[in-house]
């Protein structure tokens, strides 16, 4: 079975609420953020329209870094299943300036057979067209999907792949037949 992967909520932590509140502690900021970040992560603007659409000044590296905290628990289990011979996957929702750091700061990204960056397939989750883009990478197969987003566990469930909603990495062991 082919394991793929969501990074942010599973192998990457969730937003640091400290850097988002250097950020901006506006509602309406983070309305915005949020409404045009499906663009950004798809690659359809650059960084420099997407903040334009915020209607802030560009905050690339406080937004990079707020995202750029890891599980190093997991990053443990990945190279685990690398070593056992488990072909692993990345499929993430990701912008181009982020993609770039975790590539320049993280060699553990070299571990995955296939890196779905949303910002370089031209699709992010939950649309079909992310989880195809992925089984047509990977040659189809057993795969089995692992996010934190219940939404996207089942888009991929809908195009056949098995999911797994993640929780913790204790579950995710037990699932995986991994001590």
């Known amino acids: ?17 400290e850097v988002m509140a250097s950020m901006s502690t506006s509602p309406s900021f983070w309305d915005a953020y949020w409404a045009h970040r499906p663009a950004y992560d798809r690659g359809d603007v650059t960084a420099e329209e997407y903040w334009a659409l915020v209607g802030h000044p560009p ?3 406080q937004d990079v870094t707020s995202w750029s905290r890891v599980d190093h628990e997991m990053v443990a289990l990945l ?10 996957a990345l499929l993430s929702n990701i912008p181009e300036d982020h993609a770039r750091n975790f590539e320049r700061t993280h060699a553990w990204l070299d571990l995955f057979e296939v890196r779905g960056f949303s910002c370089r397939i031209g699709h992010a989750k939950p649309e079909r067209a992310a989880f195809e883009w992925c089984r047509d990478a990977l040659g189809g197969g057993d795969i089995l999907f692992v996010d934190d987003r219940l939404e996207n566990v089942e888009a991929a469930r809908e195009i056949g792949m098995r999911g797994h909603h993640f929780t913790g990495i204790a579950g995710l062991r037990d699932r995986l037949g991994v001590v």
Do not use: K, T, W, Y
């Open 1 to 17: 079975m082919i394991v793929l992967f969501d990074m942010f909520g599973v192998i990457a932590r969730d937003q640091s609420p």
């Open 59 to 61: 905050l690339v590296e």
């Open 79 to 88: 190279h685990d299943l690398h070593d056992a011979g488990r072909r692993i």
